[in-house]
C-alpha cells in the first residue's frame, strides 16, 4: 500500500537526500525511474538544450525541491520548487502547515478565454471599422476553428468571440485593435493565439479597407482569472490585526506592493519553472492586473473575518499541461506526474495558492521577528559557502554565525569570514597543541 501524503509531511525537512526521495517514492510522488534520474544529476545531454535555444553551451541548474503540507480543495499536493532563493521553501511549507491544522484553502478559475490582439495602428473612422468587422464576426470565429483552431475545437475550446477596441493614439486619431478570445483547453494557447491571429489579418483588410499592423497575444489575460482564498480559523486577534495592517499598506502604497508581489511570486515562479511553463508570460500578466485601477497594488488582500483571517489572492494566471517545454523536459515531466494536476485549470489553481501562502509566510515574519531574524537563519549556510568553508566545517560556522545573529540582529558575508579564520586558527592551535 502506498505511503500517505500526510505521513511524509513529517519531519519530511529533517530527512536525508536519499530518505526523502525513497518517501516519495513510497508515496506514489515519484517512479523509480524519477529517483534514478534525479540521482544522477537530471538532465546532462545537450541534445535536448539545442532544440530550445540557440549557441547552447550546457544547462544553469536550479535547485529543485518540493513543498509539502498543502491541502488545497480538499486533495493533498506535493508540489515541486526550482528555485535558489533561501528560505521560501521552509517559509512556505511551515505556513501550508499552519493552514493545513487551522483553515482550509480553496481555489478556483473565473472565466476560460486567453486574449489575442490584432491592431489597425491607423482608421479613417473607428465607428465604420467596428461596424464592418463586428458585421462578419460569426463568419471569421467559424473560418478560425475550421482553418486554424480545429484541434483545440475538437478538445472543446476554441475561438468563442470577437471583439473591437478603441485606442487613443494620443494625436486626436485612433488605432483599432481587435481582442480574439480562445478556449485553449489544457495549453497555454500562445503559438495557436498567434497563429488565429496572423489567419485573421487578411480578412479583416479585406472587410475594413483598413492595414493591419500587428498580430500578438496579451498577457493580460484578466477574461481568465485564476482565484485562491485561504481561511485560518481561531488566530491569534493581535496577528490577525497586523497581517490585515501589513496587507493594507501594500493595497495603498505601490512602493510597497512591488515587494509584496515579489513575495507572492516567491511562490509562484519556482513552481512555473519546474513544470516547464513561461514564468515571463505570467509575471506580466501579473503586474498588469496589478495596476487594472490605475495604480499598482497588491494581488493578494487579506482581512479578519469571524475570529479568523482569510486571504484572497486573485490575477490572471495561464498555463499549460500540454506541449512546449512541459511535454519535452524530462525535469518538467517529472514535476507534472508529481503534482498530478489533471488539467491546466488545476495547476493554475495549485500554483496560486502556493503564491498565497508564500505571502502568508512572509507577512507573519515580518510582523513578528522581522525579515532579518527568519530569513538570515537559513542564510547561514549560504554565508558559510561564501566564506570557504569545508563540508564538515559548515555547521560549525553556521552555529557561530546564528549567535551572533541573535546579539546584533545581522550578520554579513565579513562575519562568517571571521568566524571561519578563528575557527580554522583554533583548530591549527589544538593540533600544535597535541602534537607537542
Not at 196 to 205: D, H
Not at 246 to 265: C, E, H, I, M
Not at 333 to 341: A, E, F, N, Q
Request: net charge neutral; hydrophobic share 40%; glycine share 8%.
Amino acid at each position: 500500500m502506498k505511503k500517505q501524503l500526510q505521513d511524509i509531511f513529517k519531519g519530511f525537512s529533517k530527512l536525508s537526500r536519499e530518505e526523502r526521495l525513497n518517501a516519495l517514492l513510497d508515496a506514489g510522488a515519484l517512479q523509480a525511474g524519477d529517483v534514478e534520474y534525479i540521482s544522477r544529476g537530471g538532465l546532462r545531454d545537450t541534445t535536448l538544450g539545442e532544440k530550445f535555444i540557440e549557441n547552447v553551451i550546457g544547462y544553469f541548474q536550479l535547485p529543485l525541491g518540493v513543498a509539502t503540507n498543502f491541502r488545497i480543495d480538499g486533495k493533498d499536493y506535493v508540489i515541486p520548487m526550482a528555485v535558489e532563493e533561501t528560505s521560501i521553501v521552509a517559509a512556505v511549507c511551515k505556513s501550508a502547515k499552519w493552514i493545513r491544522e487551522s483553515g482550509s484553502i480553496t481555489t478556483e478559475v473565473v472565466g476560460a478565454e486567453i486574449i489575442g490582439q490584432i491592431q489597425c495602428a491607423k482608421v479613417q473612422d473607428f465607428a465604420t471599422f467596428e461596424k464592418q468587422l463586428l458585421a462578419q464576426k460569426n463568419y471569421m470565429i467559424e473560418i478560425s476553428n475550421r482553418e486554424v483552431a480545429f484541434g483545440l475545437v475538437r478538445r472543446g475550446g476554441g475561438v468563442r468571440d470577437i471583439k473591437v477596441r478603441r485606442v487613443p493614439r494620443g494625436d486626436g486619431s485612433d488605432m483599432a485593435v481587435v481582442h480574439v478570445l480562445m478556449d485553449p483547453c489544457d495549453a497555454m494557447g500562445a503559438n495557436i493565439i498567434n497563429q488565429v491571429c496572423e489567419f485573421l489579418k487578411e480578412p479583416i483588410e479585406q472587410f475594413t479597407g483598413e492595414k493591419v499592423t500587428m498580430c500578438i497575444l496579451s498577457n493580460l489575460v484578466d477574461t481568465k482569472v485564476t482565484r485562491a482564498v485561504v481561511h485560518i480559523k481561531d488566530i491569534d486577534p493581535a496577528l490577525a490585526e497586523k497581517i490585515e495592517e501589513a496587507s493594507l499598506f501594500a493595497q495603498q502604497d505601490p512602493y510597497r506592493a512591488a515587494t509584496n508581489n515579489k513575495g507572492v511570486l516567491n511562490g509562484i515562479d519556482p513552481v512555473l519553472v519546474a513544470t516547464g511553463n513561461d514564468w515571463r508570460a505570467v509575471e506580466a500578466g501579473i503586474h498588469a492586473y496589478a495596476c487594472r485601477d490605475g495604480q499598482y497594488r497588491s494581488i493578494t488582500r487579506w482581512y479578519r473575518e469571524n475570529d479568523g483571517l482569510t486571504g484572497v489572492f486573485e490575477a490572471p494566471l495561464v498555463v499549460g499541461t500540454v506541449g512546449g517545454v512541459t511535454t519535452l523536459h524530462p525535469t518538467a515531466m517529472m514535476c507534472m506526474k508529481m503534482l498530478g494536476t489533471q488539467s491546466a485549470n488545476e495547476l493554475s489553481r495549485v500554483i496560486a495558492a502556493v503564491g498565497l501562502v508564500q505571502n502568508l509566510g512572509a507577512l507573519k515574519a515580518l510582523t513578528t521577528v522581522g525579515i532579518i531574524e527568519g530569513h538570515m537563519k537559513l542564510h547561514t549556510k549560504n554565508l558559510a559557502l561564501g566564506a570557504g568553508a569545508e563540508e564538515r566545517e559548515i555547521p560549525l560556522v553556521q552555529k557561530k554565525l546564528e549567535e551572533i545573529l541573535t546579539i546584533r540582529k545581522r550578520i554579513s558575508l565579513s562575519n562568517a569570514i571571521e568566524v571561519l579564520k578563528d575557527l580554522r586558527a583554533g583548530q591549527a592551535s589544538s593540533t600544535t597543541h597535541h602534537s607537542s
